[in-house]
């Protein structure tokens, strides 16, 4: 039985009890701007980047590629890159070899379900993509043409990735999604990367999406704790997203198991509806560099 059984109540949609904040930005009454409809094609008027930071684990995957898939049933055209240099989401969406061609060599792009397209793009291979060759110019031209394409660019990296990429998703990053767990470490953690991003773009969104919470009660003082140091010691501002339950155990068989559990499924389609209407009320806001042309020239002037 999972959690919210043993609370007697279903997850429902519970996106407004993640939006009180958007008021505090000048934008309408939230009550009055309902989710979108399904069969409704979400705005195209810009593409956006955001990027998801986790421990690098199977849960920050499970998040990315759920969610990216969440935000494609609602209308979206979602580019996935892995920024991992160990690819979690090109393995857990396509298995250990994905990311290989038929002649063994590592592919850049790849295409998902609903649409989705998925870019394992870690350091080592942002170098091949820059280099000035035939393989390298065809593969970025492949990237920008995907950009151009997508809605949004939902990002994957570890708080360990975050340093090799730091200049090139403060200027590209329309907005952070930190995970964070209710133990004290990755407390730590979710705070030591809050505090990196803000010191290389002081006005950049962060929110974070509470994790591995095992009781409803964990949520508020795990935001309360994260958001309390964030305000005390760097004046800022999180936003907060939302939760995902635990994922038990943690073996292969029942990882593969939850991608199908209808609480945690109910979780991400929460978080994504959350991530439309935002979009939705920004879509005014420019100012983001293209993320595959900032690498492209960053990765090329450090060579």
């Known amino acids: 039985m999972t959690t919210a059984r043993k609370l007697g109540k279903g997850l429902g949609d519970i996106s407004h009890l993640f939006l009180s904040g958007a008021q505090?930005?000048?934008?309408?009454?939230?009550?009055?701007?309902?989710?979108?409809?399904?069969?409704?094609?979400?705005?195209?008027?810009?593409?956006?980047?955001?990027?998801?930071?986790g421990d690098g684990s199977f849960h920050d995957a499970f998040?990315?590629?759920?969610?990216?898939?969440?935000?494609a049933r609602l209308g979206m055209r979602i580019a996935v890159v892995d920024m991992d240099e160990q690819l979690p989401c090109v393995k857990f969406f396509l298995g250990e070899n994905g990311k290989k061609q038929s002649d063994g060599s590592e592919k850049i792009a790849q295409e998902g379900p609903l649409g989705v397209r998925l870019i394992g793009l870690p350091r080592s291979l942002a170098v091949k993509v820059a280099a000035d060759n035939e393989p390298g110019r065809l593969a970025y031209a492949e990237l920008e043409e995907i950009e151009r394409a997508a809605d949004l660019l939902v990002l994957n990296a570890a708080h360990a990735t975050l340093p090799a990429f730091r200049q090139e998703l403060s200027s590209t990053v329309w907005e952070f999604l930190v995970r964070v767990a209710p133990e004290s470490a990755a407390l730590a953690q979710a705070y030591r990367t809050i505090k990196t991003i803000f010191s290389e773009n002081p006005l950049t969104k962060i929110g974070v999406i509470i994790s591995d919470i095992e009781h409803m009660y964990e949520i508020e003082p795990t935001y309360a704790a994260i958001a309390g140091a964030v305000k005390k010691y760097?004046?800022?501002?999180?936003?907060?997203?939302?939760?995902?339950?635990?994922?038990?155990?943690?073996?292969?068989?029942?990882?593969?198991?939850?991608?199908?559990?209808?609480?945690?499924?109910?979780?991400?389609?929460?978080?994504?509806?959350?991530?439309l209407?935002?979009?939705?009320?920004?879509?005014a806001e420019s100012g983001q560099e293209k993320f595959f042309e900032t690498v492209y020239a960053r990765v090329r002037g450090a060579r």
């Open 277 to 283: 209407l935002r979009l939705s009320l920004h879509s």
């Open 24 to 53: 505090d930005d000048g934008h309408p009454d939230i009550a009055e701007i309902t989710a979108p409809d399904q069969n409704v094609a979400a705005p195209k008027a810009a593409a956006k980047t955001i990027c998801v930071l």
């Open 63 to 71: 998040l990315v590629i759920n969610l990216s898939l969440a935000l």
């Open 234 to 275: 760097l004046d800022k501002e999180l936003y907060k997203y939302g939760f995902l339950f635990r994922i038990q155990p943690a073996d292969a068989a029942a990882n593969i198991a939850s991608f199908y559990d209808a609480d945690l499924s109910a979780c991400v389609s929460n978080i994504a509806q959350i991530i």
